[in-house]
């Protein structure tokens, strides 16, 4: 994909995320359940750091949102990142980060398969994006009906990585030139 939005987050600030991600996956015992702790630190960090990147365009826009801040919690609490308004209502927005070869090998994004089974927790828009080293890229976006609709096949696949299961999306459904109108369309504060 050539065509993204993109944002560097300060090396300091990664460092602070990769700190609380070792943290909280220390104090969950994730490591004692046999869980992979450097994929699941590597998978924090790399959403936190999409977070404050999308947060820091929203800032440098003068866009006006709510963002959860970073996300410690299980699926149960899992909930959309952002909520912007669009056209005098607001809507929720999600980041999906993925890996460089679901962009480049696999051209498909994986979704959680808890987060399609709590239907609730899916925002009405997701933004697939990806960090590496400092920068964040925000390639397209999906909304919440296109999701559902390309997940509904209800092809269940595990990952040995993660050591969870995920339903994937093809990636030529999140689109760059609805994300670019998304936001322009996105109230200003």
């Known amino acids: 994909m050539n065509e993204y939005l993109e944002?560097?987050?300060a090396p300091e600030m990664i460092a602070f995320f990769r700190k609380q991600a070792e943290q909280k996956i220390a104090a969950e015992g994730w490591g004692k359940q046999g869980r992979n702790v450097a994929v699941k630190v590597d998978n924090f960090v790399h959403c936190w750091t999409t977070e404050e990147a999308f947060k820091q365009l929203l800032i440098k826009k003068g866009i006006w949102f709510r963002n959860r801040g970073l996300y410690f919690g299980d699926s149960a609490g899992a909930g959309a990142d952002f909520v912007v308004k669009v056209e005098g209502k607001e809507v929720s927005v999600?980041?999906?980060?993925?890996?460089?070869?679901?962009?480049?090998?696999?051209?498909?994004?994986?979704y959680p398969d808890d987060r399609i089974r709590l239907g609730e927790k899916i925002a009405d828009y997701h933004i697939v994006c990806n960090h590496d080293n400092g920068y964040s890229r925000?390639?397209?976006?999906?909304?919440?009906?296109?999701?559902?609709?390309a997940v509904s096949d209800g092809k269940r696949l595990y990952s040995k990585n993660n050591q969870e299961y995920f339903r994937v999306i093809p990636l030529e459904k999140f689109r760059f030139s609805v994300l670019v109108a998304l936001v322009e369309k996105m109230e200003r504060v």
């Not at 890996?99 to 994986?110: D, F, N, R, T």
């Not at 925000?138 to 609709?149: D, P």
Request: glycine content about 6%; aromatic content about 12%; proline content about 3%.
């Open 138 to 149: 925000f390639f397209g976006v999906i909304s919440r009906e296109e999701l559902l609709a």
């Open 94 to 110: 999600g980041l999906r980060s993925v890996a460089p070869e679901s962009l480049s090998k696999w051209k498909q994004v994986a």
């Open 7 to 9: 944002f560097q987050v």
